[in-house]
């Protein structure tokens, strides 16, 4: 299967697109939850996009069928709900965007026209909610090896958070939600060790991949750690070098923070790819990019981004935005060092950015932030976007479609700073997530040698005048982060699941041997 999809008519609106084609499915349907997946092979947990919390993949229904790694009982459910015209409380991040107006386009949107009007349909006619999808775009992770320890990421997804966990323990004195996150150090994401021996995910994988994934799947992409660090991906990288003639579209995430080596070794691999995209995160610029994302060197990434786009086979160059409250001081610094790179490599590589929301923790979310500050980053955010469709008109870097893809965004962003006030459904109130923004930020300046307000000194005066969170007892390292799974497992699924009788005994008492151990029922 090869090629992009692009479902909506050159002469509709979003708006209009998704009335005709997603819809006329249901109001709460997602193409993305039929033929899309992330998959964490190291941890054997799995979501649909990456808004909704991972579920764990049990082992018993990987038996049943390789397949298992997308197609989960619980992930059938939610299915279930979305034909039914239910919203899943697992896509509260679209909702929340929707309940914003008619007008305003959500993820739902973005991630159901890359798939053609005929699949949407065959997600309810054909397959409907119960039986298994062939993935069309998957997202995989090898292991949890990473060179960084961004401040929004943890021990479950990068090797350097869990060294910190280990050598400087359990981050105190936080008490709001996601605050758990900076309390362990990743166990769960490293049961089968660094090199990953006898995973029962990792062989499943090989084997679905073997036999019909590589044939259905329009887009395949590689997420970590950092996947230049992880044997998973020089395998594949290895596969593909004797499969010259797969279709697939390949993707990797890489933080470019590698060595001249690696860098090396990425661009040559590149050119045994008929279709290879390279997408990066950064938000920021300079110190401020460097200390939100530790271990990034602004200079080596700035270097790293123009040598793989000048030198690597690339179809395209993405930057992913992850919008937390630190990034919106030099964010649009970023986003015209981005159109730098568009405008001075247009006859070679397609450069795209996209706008993510951080919801968790809470305390990093751009909510937490003062009125004020908020407001006024706005009003910057539109300015600069209003700039851009004014000079667009006499340089034509954006075509019509690029264009309005990233406006939108931002306008969808500067609503967000205008008008939400707490970033997901169960987040804590605002003045603990203030008081733990400032105790994460005091001690993450000790353990990583950092300065907040030398750094930030726009937000001096608000640090001032924030009382850190202070409790009476010290947190040790706790031995598993389990509220991946919690909203997953919950009794009110367990008893859906019963009455649809897709739950066999087996199941069910392993999911509440599960919930035992966690104590969550
Ligand atoms: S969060 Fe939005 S985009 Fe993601 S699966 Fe749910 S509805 Fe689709």
Redesign the pocket.
């Known amino acids: 299967m090869a090629g992009f999809v692009f479902a909506k008519k050159w002469d509709e609106t979003y708006q209009e697109y998704r009335d005709r084609a997603i819809n006329s499915v249901s109001p709460s349907f ?1 193409g ?2 039929w033929y899309n997946a992330t998959i964490w092979l190291n941890m054997g947990q799995t979501t ?2 990456h ?2 919390p991972p579920h764990k993949i049990p082992l018993r229904e990987l038996e049943r069928s390789p397949k298992a790694l997308h197609n989960t009982q619980y992930k059938k459910l939610v299915r279930k709900e979305m034909l039914e015209g239910i919203r ?1 409380k ?2 509260e ?2 909702w929340k965007i929707e309940d914003l107006g008619p007008d305003k386009v ?3 949107v973005y ?2 026209v890359i798939y053609s009007d005929e699949e949407l349909v065959n997600a309810k006619n054909k397959y409907s909610w119960n039986n298994d999808v062939n993935l069309k775009t998957l997202e995989i992770s090898f292991d949890a090896n990473c060179n960084f320890a961004c401040s929004y990421c943890n021990a479950s997804f990068s090797t350097t958070w869990q060294s910190d966990i280990k050598t400087n323990g359990a981050y105190q004195n936080l008490q709001t939600d996601g605050g758990g996150a900076f309390q362990h150090a990743g166990d769960d994401s490293m049961i089968y060790g660094k090199d990953q021996i006898d995973n029962p995910y990792l062989e499943a994988f090989w084997k679905w991949w073997e036999g019909d994934l590589q044939n259905s799947l329009r887009e395949l992409r590689v997420t970590g750690g950092e996947p230049t660090m992880s044997k998973g991906f020089w395998k594949l990288m290895d596969w593909w070098k004797n499969h010259k003639e797969c279709d697939v579209n390949f993707a990797v995430n890489s933080n470019l923070g590698q060595t001249n080596v690696l860098v090396d070794r990425l661009i040559k691999a590149t050119h045994n790819f008929k279709n290879f995209s390279l997408y990066t995160s950064n938000e920021s610029i300079g110190t401020h990019a460097e200390y939100i994302r530790d271990g990034l060197k602004w200079e080596v990434w700035k270097e790293n981004a123009e040598i793989i786009i000048r030198d690597g086979n690339l179809k395209t160059f993405n930057v992913m935005m992850t919008i937390n409250a630190l990034c919106l001081f030099s964010i649009t610094d970023c986003l015209e060092f981005i159109h730098s790179l568009r405008e001075k490599y247009k006859e070679k590589t397609d450069i795209l950015i996209t706008l993510n929301i951080l919801r968790f923790p809470s305390f990093q979310s751009a909510t937490t932030l003062p009125e004020h500050i908020k407001l006024e980053r706005a009003q910057h955010l539109q300015d600069w976007a209003e700039n851009l469709i004014k000079t667009n008109k006499e340089t034509n870097l954006y075509p019509d479609d690029a264009l309005w893809g990233l406006v939108n965004q931002i306008y969808r962003l500067c609503e967000y700073l205008r008008e939400v006030t707490q970033g997901h459904r169960f987040a804590s109130d605002l003045e603990p997530r203030e008081k733990d923004f400032k105790s994460f930020y005091s001690q993450y300046d000790i353990r990583r040698g950092k300065n907040f307000i030398e750094t930030f000194p726009q937000l001096k005066e608000w640090w001032d005048s924030i009382e850190e969170t202070k409790s009476d007892f010290v947190v040790e390292i706790k031995t598993h982060e389990s509220n991946v799974d919690q909203n997953v497992y919950s009794r009110e699924y367990i008893e859906r699941a019963k009455a649809e009788g897709i739950v066999t005994d087996d199941l069910q008492n392993e999911i509440i041997e599960h919930l035992e151990l966690k104590k969550i029922i």
Do not use: G, I, V
């Open positions: 997602c993305a939850k649909s996009c808004h909704p899943p697992e896509c991040y679209c959500s993820d739902r991630k159901s």
